[in-house]
């Protein structure tokens, strides 16, 4: 069965910097791209951005709200994604979900697989 | 950026009912667009990609069409458990964008 299972939200300050964390388990991880999505308290789905495959050189792609603050990377020894995400402002409050981009090596895809989503606080 | 625009945003309608969810993009996505439902505290859930290709597992009285810019899902016989939010997303060209949602209660 294909699951993730995201990790790593909580309070944080405004300014100040959260690493979330998604296990992948039940499929070839290192194959897929995986993307970032969140979602703020009452309101709609917002892409955050995408890490391609070692294929692909693992490159990246970014909303414009949060390029030169987060960083999606992977490691696919540990079938793990992660969102690193610094100078967290209010804004930034929401549920962070990964999932699985379906097919491999394009960038036309979506999302065939969610987590169950973190919840990311950003308060003082 | 690609502005995605659903309509209605509420939309009431009985068990039974066939209902109809649009989503117009700003400029044109050939078939890339997808439909997620969410249900309150859940994650989305992949119900058609690429216009009207049907995810494993998903009811057949769902169902997608369009092509560049508009785009529908519609549900054909309303059942309980589909009362829900709805979203489009296009992943034609990033930064992949959704639509704001369309929230189906019942009447």
């Known amino acids: 069965e294909v699951q993730l299972v995201e990790s790593g939200g909580g309070l944080v300050q405004p300014g100040g910097s959260l690493r979330l964390s998604c296990a992948a388990s039940?499929?070839?991880?290192?194959?897929?791209?995986m993307d970032w999505v969140r979602q703020a308290p009452g309101k709609g789905l917002e892409w955050v951005g995408r890490?391609?495959?070692?294929?692909?050189?693992?490159?990246?792609e970014y909303a414009a709200s949060v390029k030169g603050r987060f960083t999606i990377s992977r490691d696919d020894s540990k079938n793990s994604l992660y969102l690193q995400m610094n100078s967290l402002k209010i804004e930034d409050t929401a549920v962070y979900y990964c999932?699985?981009?379906?097919?491999?090596?394009?960038?036309?895809?979506?999302?065939?697989?969610w987590g169950q989503g973190t919840l990311v606080t950003v308060s003082s | 950026d690609i502005q995605l625009t659903q309509s209605p945003s509420l939309l009431s309608a009985f068990v039974g009912d066939r209902v109809t969810i649009t989503c117009r993009a700003s400029?044109?996505?050939?078939?890339?667009l997808a439909w997620y439902q969410q249900k309150p505290g859940r994650a989305p859930k992949l119900l058609i990609y690429?216009?009207?290709t049907l995810q494993s597992g998903v009811p057949s009285r769902f169902s997608g069409s369009g092509s560049g810019t508009e785009f529908t899902l519609t549900i054909s016989s309303l059942q309980p458990e589909d009362f829900a939010t709805y979203y489009c997303q296009q992943f034609n060209s990033y930064p992949f964008t959704f639509g704001q949602g369309t929230r189906l209660e019942i009447k």
């Open positions: 039940g499929f070839t991880f290192s194959d897929h791209y």
């Open positions: 690429v216009t009207s």
């Open positions: 400029q044109g996505i050939s078939s890339y």
């Open positions: 999932g699985r981009v379906s097919g491999s090596s394009w960038d036309k895809s979506f999302l065939d697989c």
């Open positions: 890490t391609r495959n070692k294929v692909n050189g693992y490159t990246t």
